[in-house]
C-alpha cells in the first residue's frame, strides 16, 4: 500500500494495517495527497539526536570526535595568536592578515615560538 509519511499526522488516518484512510483505502499515487488534514491530536514526532550529532534536512549527521576539550578551547582564546594577535611567548604582534595565515609561528628569530595545535 502507498502510504506517505504525512499520513500519521492526517485526520483522516485510519490507524488500521488493511486500510491507509477513510478517503483512500488504498494508499495515495504520487508524491502528495489533495485530501490531507492535519490532525490536531496526532502525536509529533520527536527527532531525537545523540550528543555530537544533529538533524540536517530531516538526516541525522554524526560529529566527527573533537580533540580539544570545552575547558581547552576556552584556554586557547586565552594564549593563542589567532585570537591575541600576540605571540604566547615573546609578545611579539603578527600582522593582521588573518584570512591568508595557515600558519602562526614567531618571525621573531630570537623567539623561535611554533605552533604546533595544527
Sequence with gaps: MPKLPECDNCLLYSHNPHLVCVVHPDGVEGES???FRLDPNAKAEELW???GASYYN???????QQRWTQQQKLE?????PMF???CPQCSAEFDRD?????????QNPEC??????V
Design 76 to 80: 586557547l582564546l586565552d594564549w593563542h
Design 112 to 117: 623561535g615560538w611554533m605552533d604546533d595545535t
Design 49 to 51: 539526536q545523540p550528543e
Design 98 to 106: 588573518w584570512s591568508a595565515r595557515v600558519h602562526w609561528d614567531c
Design 33 to 35: 495527497c489533495l485530501d
Design 58 to 64: 530531516s538526516e541525522l549527521i554524526l560529529q566527527p
Design 84 to 86: 591575541t594577535g600576540r
